[in-house]
């Protein structure tokens, strides 16, 4: 059974949309162990909690990133998590987390990466004017929305869009995506190759 751990800051859809999938056993012999936020007011927590699963807050305001990082690591260990996935986690992990977990740890980004990394990502599509945009589900690395890429799915951009509706037709498109990628990953049906992930065809037998 793997045993993944949630990190999220705020409104929590795409951890629901992985829980969703469990339950309906679209990500097989999975559970989540543990939900950590960073923020205390998180809606993220409190739908964790209704779902009877355990949501921890561990407050990174005022603290060093590697000092709180160190707490939520010791966190996730405790729950034997072997899968961490940031779903919207505002806040960059430090070198040492990300070595703690290697090619163990997704984040899904609302861009077709390497374009517009960062914050308001939608904002940065629409403005910049691109007729396709999407999201990005990618192994974490040391550098912010970076790692190799293991999901992208594209929407289309239209003349009446402004950034809230383009983020809602990507985020639709994110909560199919981390399922995909959870699957890929636990599955491990890949190689690496450079920063290209390949997936292994399947031996008839
Ligand atoms: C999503 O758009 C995700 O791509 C980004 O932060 C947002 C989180 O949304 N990293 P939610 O909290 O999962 O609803």
Redesign the pocket.
Known sequence: MHSLGIL????????VAIADSIDAGRIPDAKISVVISNKPDAP?VEAARQRGLTALVIPSKGRSREGHDREVVAALKQHDVDLVC?????RLLSPWFVQQFPHRIL????SLLPAFPGLE?QEQAVAYGVKVSG?TVHFVDEELDHGAIIVQRAVPVFNFDDEHYL?DR??KQ?HIAYTEAINIVLRGNYEMVGRRLRMKKIKKK
């Open positions: 999220l800051s705020g409104r929590g859809s795409n951890f993220g940031l779903a919207g986690y505002m984040n899904i980004h609302p990502a999201c983020a990507i985020l994110e």
